[in-house]
């Protein structure tokens, strides 16, 4: 009895005749049909982890397995926006093509799609966008239109790759342009904002930006312009300014006074400048060493404004930083 429960237990699983030989099976191809070669190769590996005596074990565990991811919404709605995603880097790169930025429509839109993720839509739709557009609630009129505007261009070139996308009309929530009135500083508001600097809190970041808005007002120059310059873009022995990143990527030289000539050539040798990091390029520093941030300059500014009580003219005529550039250009 034992030899036969031995013999018994030999003789299972009954053994698999070879492909092609007389009385053998058909064995179905795995994946529903689908027996490439990559498949092949993986389901040995998967049968031993999963201690699959037979291969055919292997094979009906991986169809069903895919059988049921495809019927996933989830998988399905994954995928939709993995090609979302794609289709934004594409239109990107299509605009910027023909000459566009678009580093702040890059980042609204990244938002929105994080966005739609969230909410589990399927495909773009007009109330969709529009519910994000009108974020964060009480926002400006004209800042709604503008994020609406940047969906609307992104859907328009959707619409050719998913048919099923809705496209905002362009009359829903439609902007108001209000464009602010230039505040035209006088010599002696420049001067103040100037002296005001001494009231920051190291020397050297008082030397910042005494010398910024200096620069600002003598050559007109925009703030991004300034803060964007290299120490080798200052060429001290000509009397002259390079820049090199301005709008829309385009280059032009300025000849300066020998006044702020001089006057960059103290900053650049000040004995307090930070020396860490060691390879920063930048020309205006920050006391970390690193090149200012758009975002600290204007703080920076409006604080000095305060503390010199520059009051606005009208609700729509404030002073502003970049406005040292239309009081230059009046008085050119």
Same mark, same amino acid.
């Given at each position: 009895?034992?030899?036969?429960?031995?013999?018994?237990?030999k003789?299972?699983?009954?053994?698999?005749a070879?492909?092609?030989?007389?009385?053998?099976?058909?064995?179905?191809?795995?994946?529903?049909?689908?027996?490439?070669?990559?498949?092949?190769?993986?389901?040995?590996?998967?049968?031993?982890?999963?201690?699959?005596?037979?291969?055919?074990?292997?094979?009906?565990y991986a169809?069903?397995?895919?059988?049921?991811?495809?019927?996933?919404?989830?998988?399905?709605?994954?995928?939709?926006?993995?090609?979302?995603?794609?289709?934004?880097?594409?239109?990107?790169?299509?605009?910027?093509?023909?000459?566009?930025?678009?580093?702040?429509?890059?980042?609204?839109?990244a938002?929105?799609?994080?966005?739609?993720?969230?909410?589990?839509?399927?495909?773009?739709?007009?109330?969709?966008?529009?519910?994000w557009?009108?974020?964060?609630?009480?926002?400006?009129?004209?800042?709604?239109?503008?994020?609406?505007?940047?969906?609307?261009?992104?859907?328009?070139?959707?619409?050719?790759?998913?048919?099923a996308?809705?496209v905002?009309?362009?009359d829903?929530?439609?902007?108001?342009?209000?464009?602010?009135?230039?505040?035209?500083?006088s010599?002696?508001? *420049?001067? !103040? %904002?100037?002296?005001?600097?001494?009231?920051?809190?190291? $020397?050297? @970041?008082?030397?910042t930006?005494?010398? /910024?808005?200096?620069l600002?007002?003598?050559?007109g120059?925009?703030?991004?312009e300034?803060?964007?310059?290299?120490?080798?873009?200052?060429?001290?022995?000509?009397?002259?300014?390079?820049?090199?990143r301005?709008?829309?990527?385009?280059?032009?030289?300025?000849t300066?006074?020998?006044?702020? *000539?001089? !006057? %960059?050539?103290?900053?650049?040798?000040?004995?307090?400048r $930070?020396? @860490?990091?060691p390879n920063?390029?930048? /020309?205006?520093?920050?006391?970390?060493?690193?090149?200012?941030?758009?975002?600290n300059?204007?703080?920076?500014?409006?604080?000095l404004?305060c503390?010199?009580?520059?009051?606005?003219?009208s609700?729509g005529?404030?002073?502003?930083l970049?406005?040292?550039?239309?009081?230059?250009?009046?008085?050119?």
């Amino acid at each position: 009895m034992p030899s036969q429960a031995l013999a018994c237990r030999k003789s299972w699983p009954p053994p698999i005749a070879a492909p092609g030989s007389a009385g053998s099976t058909p064995t179905p191809a795995p994946y529903g049909g689908v027996g490439d070669v990559a498949r092949r190769r993986v389901e040995p590996e998967v049968g031993q982890v999963l201690r699959h005596r037979r291969a055919l074990t292997t094979a009906i565990y991986a169809k069903v397995d895919r059988e049921a991811c495809e019927r996933s919404p989830a998988l399905g709605r994954e995928r939709w926006h993995e090609r979302l995603r794609q289709a934004l880097a594409d239109y990107l790169a299509m605009r910027r093509a023909l000459g566009y930025t678009l580093v702040r429509s890059e980042k609204l839109l990244a938002q929105f799609l994080t966005y739609l993720e969230a909410q589990g839509e399927d495909h773009l739709t007009t109330k969709t966008a529009l519910a994000w557009a009108m974020l964060p609630a009480g926002a400006d009129r004209s800042w709604m239109s503008a994020r609406l505007s940047v969906v609307r261009g992104f859907a328009t070139h959707l619409r050719g790759i998913e048919p099923a996308t809705e496209v905002p009309p362009c009359d829903l929530l439609p902007g108001r342009s209000c464009r602010a009135t230039p505040y035209l500083y006088s010599q002696e508001d *420049v001067i !103040a %904002l100037m002296t005001a600097t001494a009231a920051l809190r190291t $020397p050297h @970041r008082e030397a910042t930006y005494r010398t /910024l808005i200096g620069l600002l007002a003598v050559t007109g120059m925009r703030v991004g312009e300034a803060i964007g310059l290299d120490r080798d873009d200052f060429d001290a022995v000509g009397g002259g300014l390079t820049i090199r990143r301005g709008k829309s990527g385009k280059s032009r030289e300025l000849t300066l006074h020998p006044s702020t *000539v001089a !006057a %960059l050539g103290n900053y650049l040798r000040r004995r307090d400048r $930070p020396r @860490r990091p060691p390879n920063t390029p930048a /020309l205006f520093v920050s006391p970390a060493g690193t090149r200012l941030l758009y975002v600290n300059v204007q703080n920076t500014f409006q604080k000095l404004v305060c503390r010199v009580v520059i009051a606005p003219r009208s609700a729509g005529c404030r002073p502003r930083l970049h406005d040292l550039r239309h009081a230059f250009a009046k008085d050119a």
